[in-house]
């Protein structure tokens, strides 16, 4: 994402939040978050968890995103994954919804 432009901050972790000391001076800085790991239950559950703290600090500042879940069939899990399938694809993806 960082390649395509996208201002991109990456947690090492799916299953703990950094403490709100590094996570709201990062929401301040940005007019929308938008909260995208990986295309599994994990994943999907784990990004709306860091949308909904955002948000109960910044009413409306942080969106969840994933994949369809047909791309798990394709084994695209996260952005390096889609790139791989299909770069093309993944660019005009991210114009549309991003």
Do not use: H, M
């Amino acid at each position: 994402l960082r390649n395509q432009g996208k201002n991109v901050v990456w947690f090492s972790s799916e299953t703990q939040k950094p403490n709100n000391d590094v996570l709201l001076p990062l929401c301040y800085r940005f007019d929308s978050v938008i909260c995208w790991f990986d295309n599994d239950s994990t994943g999907i559950a784990f990004s709306k968890s860091v949308s909904e703290t955002i948000n109960t600090r910044f009413p409306g500042k942080a969106k969840s995103f994933w994949l369809p879940e047909q791309f798990l069939s394709l084994k695209v899990k996260d952005p390096s994954d889609f790139i791989k399938y299909n770069s093309v694809d993944f660019k005009n993806y991210i114009k549309t919804f991003l």
